[in-house]
């Protein structure tokens, strides 16, 4: 019979871990009548507690917490504590069984809650608890605003006070010996703390402060300070010294015994002053204070010896928060003179010759005396009576010992004079005036 029961229709299924024989039917009935298997819950706080949940600043309280953890999860608690700038987590120590313990010493007052949060794989449960420590105030982010500030200028004070019953506050500017007080008013008020401000003027300087600021804060049950680097006072940077013009003569000319000529500058934010240095023409090189004449022009007189030749190269400094410099050059000419210059005979025939003469001089190598000057160009120039224009009638040139002699056409009574064109090293000269009368 065994083997009857055995010979019949097979079909195998699987259920709760067995195999089943028999028809297909059969076998879907034993799977359906197999329960399901239940996921597992996620971790979860269960229970938290504070203790105690009154106390006074300094005092620890206990904190604790009781969670169901499946096995094999990884799950963490922390307390947090919400304060004004910032979030203390206490990470609680686990002691098994979804046991966690941990512990938190108040420093100051605080009115407000512990949060437990545990926090896993597939789990972040939270739960509140109230909690009120009385003690003296807590004082966060003490600040200026602007940090930094000109002399003489506004900026406000501010920081977060928490703490129940606060009397005053106030902000200790500067160190030791040279404080200012400022007492602060409260400005805004948010949950579990009070932000307390004022205005502070900066002190006049003429160079950069650095003055810390210590926020007091005072309740009945105490006093609390906050020291910060404070306020940076920076006086505006005072602007670079500008050359903004330098005037001198295009030429100097040198004369017996030398000559000089001024220089002339403007030059603005010359705080440590203007200098001028200059060289050149055989002149040896100077460097010399330029003086203020009238606000912002300065001028200095440039010496040149009686034996220059040639150009003096100049620079002009003005000195500040900075060096700046604007050069410029003077030609330096001999001078010379025209002499002896006569225009003849006087009264002359019109058609009749008139002699011209003259001597032509200048200053020798050695500045110490004027000799002729041989080789110089000279202009004949005649101005007829009634007229205002002077007219070149011929060109000539000077003579062994600077003689100058020539004859012209007397066509009608007037003046007559010589002119020296000069060179690039001897200055130009011009005699003075001869009338002559023309008759017939």
């Known amino acids: 019979m065994h083997k009857r029961l055995i010979s019949g229709a097979v079909a195998a299924t699987v259920a709760g871990g067995l195999l089943l024989q028999g028809s297909p039917s059969f076998a879907a009935q034993a799977v359906s009548a197999v329960p399901a298997v239940a ?3 996620p971790a979860k706080l269960v229970a938290v507690s504070v203790s105690p949940q009154r106390t006074t600043a300094g005092h620890k309280i206990k904190l604790a917490a009781t969670a169901r953890v499946p096995r094999g999860e990884a799950a963490a608690v922390f307390a947090e504590i919400k304060r004004p700038t910032d979030v203390l987590k206490i990470r609680l120590k686990s002691r098994g069984h979804g046991r966690y313990t941990g512990s938190w010493t108040a420093r100051g007052d605080f009115a407000g809650k512990i949060t437990f949060r545990l926090v896993g794989k597939f789990a972040d449960s939270t739960i509140s608890r109230k909690i009120d420590v009385k003690g003296r105030p807590s004082v966060y982010d003490g600040k200026a605003t602007p940090p930094e500030v000109l002399p003489n200028a506004k900026t406000t004070l501010s920081a977060k006070v928490v703490g129940r019953g606060v009397t005053s506050v106030t902000a200790v ?26 205005q502070f003027t900066a002190p006049g300087t003429d160079k950069q402060l650095k003055l810390p600021i210590t926020y007091v804060a005072r309740n009945s049950r105490g006093t609390a300070r906050l020291t910060t680097d404070g306020l940076t006072v920076t006086p505006q940077a005072p602007p670079a010294p500008v050359v903004e013009k330098v005037s001198a003569p295009a030429t100097s000319v040198v004369y017996k015994g030398g000559n000089k000529f001024t220089v002339t500058a403007q030059a603005s934010n010359a705080s440590a002053g203007v200098k001028i240095s200059y060289w050149g023409a055989g002149t040896p090189y100077q460097n010399i204070d330029m003086k203020l004449v009238t606000p912002d022009v300065y001028t200095a007189t440039v010496v040149v010896p009686g034996t220059a030749k040639g150009k003096i190269d100049f620079n002009v400094k003005a000195y500040g928060t900075a060096e700046v410099k604007s050069g410029g050059s003077v030609v330096v000419k001999k001078a010379t003179w025209l002499t002896k210059f006569n225009a003849s005979p006087e009264p002359v025939k019109k058609g009749k010759s008139i002699k011209i003469s003259g001597v032509l001089i200048g200053l020798n190598s050695a500045g110490t005396a004027y000799s002729g000057l041989k080789g110089g160009t000279i202009q004949i ?8 224009t002077y007219t070149t009638v011929k060109t000539v040139t000077s003579g062994s010992s600077g003689k100058i002699s020539t004859t012209v056409t007397a066509a009608a009574g007037g003046t007559w004079y010589t002119k020296f064109v000069g060179t690039a090293y001897w200055n130009p000269s011009a005699s003075g005036g001869d009338w002559v009368k023309v008759t017939g």
């Open 39 to 41: 996921a597992a819950a």
């Open 173 to 198: 500017v500067g160190a030791p010996g040279d404080q200012t007080n400022i007492a602060l008013r409260p400005s805004e008020r948010h949950s579990g703390y009070a932000v307390w401000s004022g």
């Open 381 to 388: 120039l005649f101005r007829p009576t009634g007229s205002k």
